[in-house]
C-alpha cells in the first residue's frame, strides 16, 4: 500500500472511538498514550482485521505487503513476535487446525495478551463457537491474571454468549430506542421471525447488511420484524444516516458502542453481528451479510 488510509480501533480500551491512519510513500506512524497492556484492532480497506498489541514506553515495528497480509509481520514486542510466530503457525494449516494451535499457546501461555486475543476470535466469535471451551480456557487464564478486569469482562461476556446459544430464547432485556421509545424481547414476538442486529456509522458491511434488511423486511408481508443497535459514540450520527437510508426499524443508540448494556446482555461481540429469530428462539447468531440474506429468504419462502 503506497497511499491509502485505514483505520484502528481497541477491543480492550487501550484508545477510545475509532482513528484513522494515513499511509503516504507507504510508510506511517501512529502515536498513543498508554499506561498499560492493550489490543489495537488495524481495518484494512478491505475490512481484515490485524490485532497489534501495545505496551507502555513500547515501540512496534509493522512491515507487510496489503495483498499478503496474512503474511504481516509486527516486532517490537513479545507480544507482538508471539502473534507473528502464531500466524506463521496459522498460515500453514487448514481452518478446522486453526483451533488446535490457538488452544495450544492458549494453554502454554495464560498469562499473554495474546491468548485472551486468541480465545475471542477462535472460540468465541464467529459461525461455531465453543463457548464451553472459551470458559474453559478463560478460566485457566484467569488462575495467572486473577485482577485482570479485562479478562474478568470477557468471561461474563461469554456467559452471556452462553445464555444467547442457539436454540435457546432470547434473553430479557429493556431499553429505549434512538426515539426515546420503550423496545424490549417482547418487541420482537409479534411477527414469526425477527433479527437484531449491530451496526456503525464506521463499519460499511454492517450499513449494507441494514439496507438489505429493509428491503427484505418491506417484502416479507409482515412476517419480518427487526431491531437495530448502532454501536456509535454519538446519537446524532446515528439518526443521520438512519434519515439517510430510511431505516425506519427501533434502532437503540445509547454512546456506548460496544459497551452497550443490551449488546452486552445479548451476547453481541461486534460490528456487525446479529441474531435470527423464530417464534422468540434463537436459530442463528453471527452470520456474515450473504448468509444472513440467504438464511431469511429460506425462511420467509
Known sequence: ???????????????????????????????????????????????????????????????????????????????????????????????????????????????????????????IQGYQPDYKKALSLINLMLKEQDKNGQLQRLKQQTENLAASAIGNSIPTFSAKDINGQPVSNNTLTNSPFAVIYVWSNWNYESQQ????????????????????????????????????????????????MLECNTIKKLGLTAVPDNLVLQNGRIIARSLNPRELQDKLNSLLK
Request: charged letters at 25%; aromatic letters at 8%; glycine letters at 8%.
Open 1 to 123: 500500500m503506497n497511499q491509502g488510509e485505514f483505520y484502528v480501533y481497541s477491543t480492550d480500551g487501550a484508545i477510545q472511538g475509532m482513528d484513522t491512519i494515513k499511509v503516504e510513500g507507504g510508510r506511517f506512524a501512529y502515536e498513543i498514550p498508554c499506561q498499560e497492556e492493550g489490543t489495537l484492532m488495524l481495518v484494512f480497506p478491505n475490512f481484515s482485521e490485524v490485532p497489534i498489541f501495545v505496551e507502555s514506553g513500547g515501540s512496534i515495528d509493522i512491515k507487510a505487503d496489503a495483498s499478503h497480509l496474512k503474511e504481516l509481520q509486527v516486532k517490537g514486542t513479545d507480544a507482538n513476535e508471539d502473534m507473528t510466530d502464531v500466524r506463521m503457525q496459522l498460515n500453514k494449516v487448514s481452518p478446522p487446525e486453526e483451533r488446535q494451535v490457538a488452544e495450544t499457546f492458549i494453554k502454554e501461555n495464560p498469562g499473554s495478551i495474546v491468548s485472551t486475543y486468541l480465545v475471542r476470535k477462535y472460540f
Open 209 to 256: 447488511m441494514q439496507r438489505d434488511l429493509k428491503n427484505l423486511q418491506r417484502k416479507s408481508a409482515g412476517k419480518l420484524a427487526l431491531l437495530g443497535i448502532c454501536a456509535e459514540g454519538n446519537q446524532q450520527d446515528c439518526k443521520n444516516t438512519m434519515k439517510r437510508d430510511s431505516i425506519k426499524a427501533p434502532t437503540i443508540c445509547d454512546g456506548m
